[in-house]
T-cell receptor
């Protein structure tokens, strides 16, 4: 079945370590997005990519980095420069071939920095 | 600018009807989404409205008034499993296919 996968579901890291969150989709979608969600804060856009080898900063990109070397994959690295990395991270994708902009979400990764 | 407002919390009783409102301000309008998000899970798509009026989908209906910048999600015959956060979103300006998200309305359904 087509869908978006994120791994792992729960991730623990020590403060000061970089960590990379995986996002893979087999929906043949062009655009992919990374969001961060904190309690009471809604979804905040970190980075997005509309095509391979291109990506743009969202509203809270500081302390994060991404790459888009393949259409199917959009990994997010949380660097040690991110001051409050503990959060729920959601990856989403959308086709660029018309339609209503509905975003499809992966199951999310809950990152806890100790 | 672009902005979305929705109530933070609502409470309702099992079997009842509840209406969750969303008001928005956008520089151009290209539809409005409602998503449901259970605690600890990803948002799931509920509805998309681009024209004025009510669209019914089983127990859930969504209404849009473009002239008023207003939408609501109507949940009928509430069940305990409807306890979740309901997110309103509109596409942002430009051609980047970003969504502008409301903070969500946390609905608690009590027995």
């Amino acid at each position: 079945d087509g869908g978006i996968t994120q791994s792992p579901k729960y991730l623990f890291r020590k403060e000061g370590q970089n960590v990379t969150l995986s996002c893979e989709q087999n929906l043949n979608h062009d655009a992919m997005y990374w969001y961060r969600q904190d309690p009471g804060q809604g979804l905040r856009l970190i980075y997005y990519s509309q095509i391979v080898n291109d990506f743009q900063k969202g509203d809270i990109a500081e302390g994060y980095s991404v790459s888009r070397e393949k259409k199917e994959s959009f990994p997010l690295t949380v660097t040690s420069a991110q001051k409050n990395p503990t959060a729920f991270y959601l990856c989403a994708s959308i086709t660029n071939r018309g339609g209503n902009n509905e975003q499809f979400f992966g199951p999310g990764t809950r990152l806890t920095v100790l | 600018g672009q902005n979305i407002d929705q109530p933070t919390e609502m409470t309702a009783t099992e079997g009842a009807i509840v209406q969750i409102n969303c008001t928005y301000q956008t520089s151009g309008f290209n539809g409005l989404f409602w998503y449901q998000q259970h605690a600890g899970e990803a948002p799931t798509f509920l509805s998309y409205n681009v024209l004025d009026g009510l669209e019914e989908k089983g127990r859930f209906s969504s209404f849009l008034s473009r002239s008023k910048g207003y939408s609501y999600l109507l949940l009928k015959e509430l069940q305990m499993k409807d306890s979740a956060s309901y997110l309103c979103a509109v596409p942002g300006a430009g051609n980047n296919r970003k969504l502008i998200w409301g903070l969500g309305t946390s609905l608690a359904v009590n027995p």
